[in-house]
């Protein structure tokens, strides 16, 4: 199935199950305890961990959910989408982030250990930018020149337009969910060669290619300043930026959502929480921290 198919799926998966979270509706102001949330001396607590990709985001919804609801404490940290899954797994986290959709595998884990099935939320769409340094003349690739350099078989800028220089490879670490979707979708699941040179966080892999005029490096939009991202072939071998607009339209080829999933329906606050992401206030953050807000008609809950 190509990326915009893909993506048409997803809107399907949202809008039915918009009408749920319609029910919700923007309660993001009024908590009022209820089931689900942890109570400590009055105060309610939200634990979410896991994607790297999404921990400034988290943390900006947290901080404006909490300067709304003052009974409340929110803490987040990354470590990875692997990370955050786990954690739903083995019930030390009431959210987890991840920039990947969940296996069925960890799906299986979570319904025997949690006795709970899965709940997908999405809140959020990025898209994977292919960064080079600023001062590299190379402006634009297709998706099989890139695998063929980070599988080692490319391994001069000359090769492909630039200079005559070598390629320094810069990728994530492998329990990153933004690892697990390029592997999937650029090297179609084969290996990275060896002397790809893994970082901890996008942020990381972004400051390295800013400073190496033969690196290149892979991550979410949202962190590609002092670099440049290369505009790559879409299924029409035309090539694309990645903006929103080629996101949401289905043609630039590494759009994806970013999810949080919860073990079971969501309640108390984390139900509040998610309403607060999803509420027109939750997706200017989106915004202003640099990823693509959801369209209207796909946030359910207003």
């Known amino acids: ?18 009408l749920a979270l319609s029910a919700c509706g923007n309660r993001y102001d009024e908590i009022t305890g209820g089931e689900g949330a942890k109570q400590s001396g009055g105060r309610q607590t939200l634990t979410i961990k896991g994607s790297d990709t999404m921990v400034i985001l988290a943390q900006r919804w947290a901080e404006g959910f909490m300067a709304a609801n003052a009974n409340s404490t929110i803490q987040v940290s990354g470590g990875g989408s692997g990370t955050g899954i786990a954690a739903l797994i083995n019930g030390t986290t009431d959210l987890a982030n991840s920039s990947r959709k969940i296996k069925e595998r960890e799906i299986e884990t979570v319904r025997k250990n949690r006795s709970a099935e899965v709940v997908e939320t999405p809140v959020a769409i990025d898209t994977i930018a292919v960064y080079v340094s600023e001062k590299n003349p190379v402006k634009k690739l297709n998706i099989e020149t890139i695998k063929q350099i980070y599988r080692g078989r490319i391994k001069n800028w000359s090769e492909v337009g ?6 320094v490879l810069y990728s994530r670490e492998n329990n990153s969910g933004t690892y697990a979707y390029f592997k999937e979708q650029v090297l179609d699941d084969e290996d990275f060669v060896a002397e790809a040179q893994t970082l901890p966080g996008t942020a990381s892999v972004i400051n390295a290619v800013a400073r190496d005029e033969k690196g290149i490096g892979y991550g979410g939009i949202a962190f590609g300043e002092g670099v440049r991202a290369l505009e790559i072939a879409g299924e ?9 607009e080629n996101a949401i ?13 919860s073990a079971g329906e969501p309640t108390g606050i984390a139900r509040q929480f998610l309403d607060f992401a999803l509420s027109e206030i939750g997706q200017s953050v989106v915004d202003g921290v640099g990823y693509y807000p959801l369209p209207r008609e796909m946030r359910g809950n207003e």
């Open 1 to 18: 199935m190509n990326t915009l198919s893909r993506i048409l799926c997803l809107i399907g998966f949202l809008a039915s199950v918009s």
């Open 162 to 167: 630039g200079p005559d220089l070598p390629i």
């Open 236 to 244: 029409d071998g035309i090539h694309y930026a990645p903006t929103m």
């Open 249 to 261: 339209g289905g043609i630039y080829p590494l759009a994806r959502f970013l999810y949080i999933y």
